[in-house]
């Protein structure tokens, strides 16, 4: 499986736009090379960097199996114009919460992964109900790490 964007390489700085400090839109991703078998994917994105700990930023999963990526600025709505259900961030929204650290640099990790179910859970499942869910289901996972600092 491959995960990448448009606006920011692996490992390389996430543009402003996408952050807190600018429009605090979702980022577009492209996918390819899911594993056979492959009936729904799920999103996460996280920030370990954090000083709470683990900052959770998107939670979006049951997002058809025959996407090949999302656009930029993905509604934040349960189940978005792009298909699939969002989940609650840590900031307690529904859908894409940009980054917004308080210091220093920090690394925001997207982590894509091919499951062999749907989830079915409802709007608004927390990055642990979905883990949950996701076990014994994960077929492929890949990821892409972007920076930012403020």
């Known amino acids: 499986m491959e995960l990448t964007s448009p606006a920011f390489s692996e490992g390389a700085m996430i543009p402003n736009k ?9 980022p577009p991703l492209k996918w390819g090379a899911l594993p ?5 994917l799920a999103l996460i994105c996280d920030d370990p960097d954090a ?8 939670v979006y999963y049951d997002i058809p199996a025959d996407r090949q990526g999302l656009p930029e600025k993905v509604a934040p709505h349960d189940r978005p114009a792009e298909d699939g259900t ?7 929204k ?8 308080p210091g220093g640099t920090h690394r925001y990790y997207f982590k ?10 409802p709007p608004g499942a927390t990055k642990n109900q979905v883990l949950k869910a996701m076990e014994n289901h994960i077929i492929g996972q890949t990821q892409l ?3 930012y600092k403020r």
């Not at 996408?18 to 979702?26: H, I």
């Not at 000083?51 to 998107?58: D, N, R």
């Not at 529904?94 to 980054?99: A, D, R, T």
């Open 94 to 101: 529904i859908g894409y919460g940009g980054p917004c650290p």
């Open 36 to 40: 056979a078998g492959t009936k729904s």
């Open 145 to 147: 790490m972007g920076k």
């Open 112 to 121: 894509l992964y091919a499951l062999d179910t749907a989830l079915n859970l």
């Open 18 to 26: 996408y952050t807190c400090d600018g429009a605090d839109v979702s």
């Open 86 to 92: 969002q989940g609650k961030n840590d900031f307690r």
């Open 51 to 58: 000083p709470v700990g683990i900052w959770v930023h998107w």
